[in-house]
């Protein structure tokens, strides 16, 4: 049982002491729940349950008068397995497991030894670690590791493990602690602890560092004071060790350049090295400390720049003292004409690109901003994109958040469970496995809210309710990423923000830039700012650049081009980092060309030797100084990346623990390195540039293969070293780790990066590793909109066998019909049936859907009904939703849906656990009677006949559902007034039941409400409410469209109907996607995509639009259809073709019922005939 199942059976021989000992082989157990019943049993108390907890526990989705004859069958598979014909007892009200049997338990001696080693019952008592070794000894891993997901396994896997830690904890195994609990912050400190008592500090440092990374990565936070304080007491400088034989010598071009010990003083070389070292670091190495005591030097006029887009974003500046420093404006460099437009006030934006080359003073300018953000009060987070191959994604932007979260620890407690678990999965830094569904808008969103929430400080999203049901309850709710509305808080003016800030974006993967490029897009209007530092976008990615021009074009971002300093800068530069270079002012300026790093290092080295050449950067002879040795590491080093940690020095070193301590206090000594609070980097990224130059292409590959080598060996992230292998040229052996680094970047809604990286090893994978890449490969493909999906899986069914291509074939068919092509679709389809295994219901909603297209409604029927019984016991994914959708569908077509729905109410109020996803199933087909010829009178009358009938049954959703089905025929037939009364009542009779999808669909339609009796700000509030609900929604590719939608429409102006346009586009996947709902974005984001004057993106929505708005033929969309289409045909100047449009529009709403739609229209259609290219009126619902 723990760490495995196994059953062992014992049988005397002869009567006599010998045993006969038979382990039962794993084929007697494939009834899974005929093993279920043993494992279940075998874990209660006395090895007996009431039946009723059996089914329960085994069944909990089935009805107990269908469940029972399962039991049955699996306590008779189980005897049989057992060879005992009474091995499962089933008398009375009672099941036993061999009740007649001498039985022996491991979780019962585990249990048994951890009482005697803690005390009784193991609660307080006396604990000696001998006991306590031997009791954690008797823990043979997890309970039933093969059941992980079973709930009745995990409170007693649960409640085992924690035994076990204690267990561990009592005999002093702190190392095996972690390894169970990464996190357990008592390990790390009792660790560091003895380090330091035995005068190990590096190894204290090293705890440290392991015990931050876990603590962000499993809590979202960094270690409390008392790490901290251990972590300062380690590094305070300990005497100068006696030289090693190992240890380099000094460098001989610094120690020439070195002043002179006084007469008679004798050195030893290790102490003049570091004496030379420290002479070389005397100006703080941290940025930050260095801006702090002195200022800034020379960018005057790009902080006060900085300061106007803060108070542009509606907040207070950082207040005075941008002044600080000596300099003038003008020795700003090409900053201050490169951003004339904000200065004047014409330009806005919610980010600001500070650019320029290496050393010009990004950073120091990012940093300067960051530190006086953080004092007047703003919400900071600091993230670097670092050049670590083969890194994380999104990993300068997690970092930037990560940081936000360290210096307002309750911050992420704050905010939605939803978001929270997004993040926090994002940030754990583990691989991930992915099922082929869409992540990265789930992600994207999660970190948009966070922001948000760490800018406004309280939920904006209130509710707004009371108009039209004053009884209602208010309670605060999410407001979610990126609704931009003046109305808002955020428009105040009068307090802080939040300020998120990356440097060196130059290096971000393509996942971190789409994050940046939606944050600052979808946050224009909150008081957030991106702060972004990169080199020009001419060496950078081509991404880089259409991201920055996307922002500037659109008027959501600020340029900062920062150009060198003027001499009179770099002459304050200059004297405040040494008296001694003062006179060489005019040489360092000249010399260093105005780039700040460049006078800084020039200025250092006239300090030490100011007779010396000005040539000679100071790092550059440090690192010709080094032994041979040293210098192979700190190329290693450079091919692995600017940053990395203590366990990876060691790693790379290749040299015992002391060894490499040594040798990395002397690199810091030397100033090569720079300490990090997560470890180390290089000083300047023009040391590892240098060093990296150094490498011929030969050796490059091999320093790569090496770099691969001992990060595998050190169990280094598989990202890294297939990345490593890749640049090696051993593609054949980079196949395994490259393919389970991608599932992990698919995981985070990173395909693109993830797509590359396949590619990279496409055509040397073999074997297994070929069929898992081909079939990731293909869904990334689909996940990326990309035509080539269905292509794709039919290279990876080729390579799979019968029974791996059942997946990739069902998927194949799904990609087929979404495309419209019915005959793939069929081929794909061809043979499959289900067989119980993962395949099963996304086979069968291919075969509904085909048949239901193709006009075979019979044969629909029967796999929707086939699909229901199957639903009953199977988890709530989106196929189930669907399946039991399709069964709405054909019952609509034959004009039984109100019968259909009275006997979903009936089976409902049998499993009031699914009655919520029954409901939420029939959501596209309630919209389709919404929409199409029914009058609203009889839809009305279906509502108001299924509340009477869920009333009868006591069934609360189906009540809830009522309510809402009648508030939505009222609106659309244009009674606004009662229609808010019964939306409003379905919203409050959602979120009583706990129903968050009917809550969301609910507060929509009350938004729209809202929105035709002209209160878009109200609307507004409401969607905000109903986007988080609907986001982590089972059914969210039928609902975010429709709220997208109403966001677009609701949008006050062309500016904020972009923003929510951008969120559209930029949020919504491809798993997101709906054959019928679609329209309900596409429509008003074609209206607004014509309005805007964007004729290409206008003509993408409307594509969407037709295709969607054909399946529901002779309805509303149509109409809705044609006045998009009228717009467009406007902003194409055929103003005829767009009257006539208009009036068909008109028309078909008014056939339909929809009177304020059909005068919207007609409305529309006289400004056309006036010729005016703008017009007024609401965007379609």
């Known amino acids: 049982m723990l760490g495995g199942f196994e059953v062992t059976l014992r049988a005397g021989l002869d009567g006599g002491d010998r045993r006969r000992v038979e382990v039962l082989p794993e084929e007697v157990w494939r009834r899974r729940q005929a093993a279920a019943l043993v494992k279940l049993l075998a874990l209660a108390p006395g090895r007996r349950l009431h039946r009723e907890r059996v089914l329960d526990a085994l069944w909990p989705d089935v009805p107990v008068d269908e469940a029972a004859p399962r039991l049955h069958k699996a306590a008779h598979y189980a005897r049989r397995a057992l060879r005992d014909p009474e091995g499962i007892l089933l008398r009375g009200e009672v099941v036993t497991l061999c009740p007649d049997r001498d039985v022996t338990i491991d979780v019962r001696i585990f249990e048994n030894l951890a009482e005697q080693a803690l005390g009784p019952a193991g609660g307080p008592g006396t604990t000696e670690p001998s006991p306590a070794a031997r009791a954690a000894d008797a823990y043979g891993g997890p309970l039933l590791p093969d059941d992980l997901y079973e709930p009745w396994t995990q409170a007693d896997r649960d409640r085992l493990r924690l035994l076990y830690l204690r267990l561990l904890r009592a005999a002093g195994r702190w190392e095996r602690v972690l390894a169970e609990d990464p996190a357990d912050e008592e390990a790390h400190l009792t660790l560091m602890r003895g380090y330091i008592a035995r005068g190990e500090r590096h190894a204290a440092l090293r705890q440290f560092e ?129 951003s004339a437009g904000v200065a004047s006030g014409r330009a806005g934006g919610a980010a600001v690109l500070v650019s320029g080359p290496a050393g010009v003073g990004k950073s120091a300018l990012l940093d300067a901003v960051a530190r006086r953000a953080a004092a007047a009060g703003w919400q900071v987070g600091v993230g670097t994109a670092a050049a670590v191959e083969g890194g994380w994604p999104y990993a300068p932007v997690l970092e930037a958040l990560a940081d936000l979260c360290r210096r307002r620890p309750a911050l992420l407690g704050g ?169 060489l002012v005019e040489r360092i300026w000249e010399a260093s060309g105005g780039v700040a790093s460049t006078a800084l290092q020039l200025a250092r080295r006239a300090a030490l030797d100011p007779e010396g050449p000005l040539t000679l950067i100071l790092d550059a002879s440090v690192i010709a100084g080094l032994a041979p040795a040293t210098r192979d590491l700190l190329r290693l080093l450079a091919v692995a990346g600017a940053s990395f940690d203590t366990d990876e020095f060691v790693a790379l070193s290749g040299r015992p623990e002391p060894d490499a301590y040594v040798l990395l206090d002397d690199l810091l000594d030397r100033g090569v390195l720079d300490r990090t609070e997560g470890g180390f980097r290089f000083r300047h990224q023009q040391v590892r540039d240098g060093l990296l130059a150094e490498l011929a292409a030969h050796r490059l590959r091999m320093a790569h293969r090496e770099v691969a080598d001992r990060l595998a060996a050190a169990a280094g992230s598989p990202g890294r070293v297939g990345h490593h292998l890749v640049q090696a040229g051993e593609r054949a052996r980079a196949v395994p780790y490259v393919v389970r680094a991608a599932e992990t970047k698919a995981a985070l809604g990173a395909y693109r990066d993830a797509l590359n990286q396949l590619d990279e090893v496409r055509e040397h994978a073999t074997g297994t590793d070929a069929v898992a890449l081909a079939t990731l490969r293909a869904d990334l493909l689909v996940a990326l909109a990309d035509p080539g999906a269905p292509d794709a899986y039919r290279a990876a069914i080729v390579l799979c066998s019968p029974v791996d291509a059942r997946v990739p074939r069902a998927r194949l068919a799904r990609a087929l019909l979404v495309a419209g092509d019915l005959d793939g ?221 109403t966001l677009i429409a609701a949008a006050p102006d062309t500016a904020a109907a972009e923003v929510a346009l951008t969120r559209v586009e930029e949020t919504l996947g491809v798993e997101d996607g709906c054959l019928f709902c679609s329209v309900t974005s596409a429509v008003p984001a074609t209206i607004a995509s014509a309005r805007s004057g964007d004729l290409a993106r206008a003509h993408r929505h409307l594509a969407v639009a037709r295709s969607s708005a054909a399946l529901w033929d002779g309805t509303a969309w149509q109409a809705a259809t044609q006045e998009a289409e009228a717009y467009v045909a406007r902003l194409e100047g055929d103003t005829e073709r767009a009257g006539a449009l208009f009036v068909a529009a008109g028309r078909l709403f008014d056939y339909v019922g929809h009177p304020l739609d059909a005068a919207r229209c007609y409305g529309a259609l006289t400004a056309a005939e006036a010729g005016l290219n703008q017009i007024g009126g609401n965007i379609v619902r």
Do not use: K
């Not at 600052?520 to 060496?539: D, E, I, K, Q």
């Not at 379905?986 to 129903?995: E, N, P």
């Open 825 to 1045: 679709a069929a081929a794909a389809l061809d043979g499959l049936e289900p067989d119980g295994g993962p395949a099963d219901l996304a086979i069968l909603l291919g075969r509904g859907h085909l048949a239901y297209f193709r006009g075979d409604i019979d044969a629909a029927a029967a796999i929707a009904d086939e699909g229901g019984r199957r639903f009953v016991s199977t988890p709530t994914t989106r196929f189930g939703f669907d399946l039991v959708s399709l069964r709405g569908l054909v019952s609509h077509s034959r004009g039984e849906y109100f019968a259909q729905l009275t006997e979903d109410l009936r089976h409902s109020s049998r499993l009031p656990a699914l009655a919520t996803t029954f409901f939420d199933a029939h959501l596209c087909v309630a919209e389709i009677m919404l929409y199409g010829p029914t009058p609203y009178a009889e839809v009305i009358s279906i509502a108001d006949r299924l509340a009477e009938a869920a009333e009868q049954t006591g069934a609360a959703r189906g009540l809830a559902f009522a309510a809402c089905l009648a508030g939505e025929a009222r609106l659309l037939g244009g009674d606004l007034e009662r229609a808010e009364r019964r939306l409003a009542e379905a919203v409050d009779l959602h979120r009583h039941i706990g129903a968050t999808s009917g809550e969301a669909h609910s507060l929509q339609r009350l938004a729209e409400a809202r929105l035709a009796r002209g209160d878009a700000a109200g609307a507004n509030r409401l969607l905000l409410r109903a986007l988080p609900l609907a986001r982590w929604s089972p059914i969210a590719a039928h609902l975010l469209h429709r709220i997208h939608g």
């Open 210 to 338: 392991r015990m931050d990374r876990a603590l962000r990565r499993e809590l979202g936070f960094g270690p409390g004071p008392d790490a901290l304080a251990l972590r300062a007491a380690a590094l305070v400088d300990p005497p100068l060790p006696p030289s090693p034989a190992s240890a380099p010598p000094p460098p001989p071009a610094v120690a020439a350049a070195a002043a002179r010990p006084p007469a008679g003083e004798r050195t030893d070389g290790r102490q003049e090295s570091a004496r030379v070292g420290r002479l070389a670091s005397s100006i703080p190495r941290d940025r930050a400390a260095a801006a702090d005591a002195d200022g800034l030097v020379g960018r005057d006029a790009e902080l006060r720049l900085v300061e106007r887009v803060l108070a542009r974003a509606g907040v207070e500046s950082l207040g005075s003292g941008s002044g600080s420093g000596s300099g003038s404006d003008s020795g700003a460099g090409g900053g201050a004409s490169a």
């Open 415 to 583: 905010i939605d469970e939803r978001f929270r678990s997004e993040l926090e999965r994002a940030m754990s830094g583990r691989d991930l496995d992915w099922p082929g569904a869409g992540g990265h808008q789930r992600l994207f969103i999660a970190a948009a809210e966070l922001l948000r929430a760490a800018a406004e400080g309280t939920d904006l999203a209130a509710t707004d309710l009371a108009t039209a049901n004053p009884a209602a309850s208010n309670p605060a709710a999410s407001n979610p990423a990126g609704a931009a509305h003046p109305t808002g808080p955020a428009a105040s003016g009068t307090r802080p923000g939040a300020l998120l800030v990356v440097d060196d974006l130059q290096d971000a993967d393509d996942a971190s830039l789409r994050l940046v490029h939606y944050l600052a897009r979808s946050l224009a209007g909150r008081p957030v700012v991106l702060l972004l530092g990169h080199r020009p976008v001419a060496t950078g990615p081509a991404a880089l650049a259409e991201i920055r021009a996307s922002l500037l074009a659109r008027e959501a971002a600020v340029a900062v081009d920062l150009g060198p300093l003027d001499r009179a800068a770099t002459a304050a530069l200059v004297t405040r980092e040494s008296a001694l270079a003062g006179p």
